[in-house]
Structures are given as C-alpha cells and as structure tokens.
Nanobody, 120 residues
C-alpha cells in the first residue's frame, strides 16, 4: 500500500523559509509525477509545483521563490520555500500520479497534508 508522508511544515515569519519533504512508503518504484498542492481556508486546492518527467510546473504566485527537487534514489520530493508570504499559508499536500505515463494501473496518491503558517 503506497503512502505519502509529508513533513517540514510549521510557523514562520514573512520572508523566512521552509523545506517540505514528501516520503514515499510502500513501493520501490519511481512514481511518475510528484509535486505539491496547497489549500487555504475558504479556498480551492491549487497546484503549487509538479514534476512530470523532466518538466516542472510552478504556480505563477510561487515562481522564483519555491523550488521543487526530487531524490530519485530515495523516492523523496522536496519543496524549498523561500521568501514566504502570508498568502502562502495553508495546508500543503503531496501528490503522486501516473498522468502522462503508460502505467497499466493508474494511480493518484495523496498525503494527509502539512500545515504552513506565515505570520508575524
């Protein structure tokens, strides 16, 4: 059973940084697409960053500030978040899916989320 486990969230002041980690449990296979979504109270869940193959997509609001990286050997995905703003606050969810791949068994996995709060 594949599970995604997020860590690294917390409370920081504006301008500070956080690094989120998403560990894959339950499989030794490299998952095709991995990245992050976030959801603020009263708002819809939105894409933050997603790696699909060699391409990485970022939300316009985080470009230049957030960086997604992936350790393929460990099957871990990171989200380095710099210059954090209050509007970055929300629950960050790790996602892994088979979109764009030729997987015989499609998959779409979600972590439980980690809280990020940017406030003075």
């Amino acid at each position: 059973q594949v599970q995604l486990v997020e860590s690294g969230g917390g409370l920081v002041q504006p301008g500070e940084s956080l690094r989120l980690s998403c560990d894959v449990w339950g499989t030794a296979l490299r998952l095709h697409a991995m990245g992050w979504y976030r959801q603020a109270p009263g708002k819809q869940r939105e894409l933050v960053a997603m790696e699909t193959g060699s391409n990485i997509n970022y939300a316009d609001s985080v470009k230049g500030r957030f960086t997604l990286s992936r350790d393929n050997a460990k099957n871990v995905v990171y989200l380095q978040m710099n210059s954090l703003k209050p509007e970055d606050s929300g629950v960050y969810y790790c996602n892994a899916n088979s979109g764009g791949s030729s997987a015989t068994t499609p998959y779409d996995f979600w972590g439980q989320g980690t809280q990020v709060t940017v406030s003075s």
